[in-house]
């Protein structure tokens, strides 16, 4: 596995969770990133990408204005700040290289992380 999703786990609804991709074998800054998330029984779905310069964020629109992409040259990482959560957060979250910009089809994938919001 060379990219690695991580931070996931339970919060309540209106919690917070910061997720992060790492790789172990490659440098993200290359890249556009792309985060991904699959419900149960639905089928993957990108939610943000950031471009390699960082100069492009997206958003879906259901995650608009509460989840926030960002990216640390100095770890190498990339982040999603995702905020007022609801149970339709509920999911695994994947990270993922893009083969170009955003909007591009996704390279490499990892492994996710689950992502719980429940009371």
């Known amino acids: 596995v060379q990219l690695q999703a991580s931070g996931g786990g339970l919060v309540q609804p209106g919690g917070s969770l910061r997720l992060s991709c790492t790789a172990s074998?490659?440098?993200?800054?290359?890249?556009?990133i792309g985060w991904f998330r699959q419900a149960p029984g639905r089928e993957r779905k990108g939610i943000s990408c950031?471009?390699?310069?960082?100069?492009?964020?997206v958003y879906l629109d259901s995650v608009k204005g509460r989840f926030t992409i960002s990216r640390d040259e100095q770890n190498d990482t990339v982040y999603l700040q995702m905020n007022s959560l609801k149970p339709d957060d509920t999911a695994v979250y994947y990270c993922?290289?893009?083969?170009?910009?955003?909007?591009?089809?996704?390279?490499?994938w990892g492994q996710g992380t689950l992502v719980t919001v429940s009371s």
């Open positions: 950031i471009s390699s310069s960082d100069d492009v964020r």
């Open positions: 993922a290289t893009m083969e170009a910009f955003c909007g591009s089809s996704p390279g490499r």
């Open positions: 074998e490659f440098s993200l800054s290359y890249y556009s």
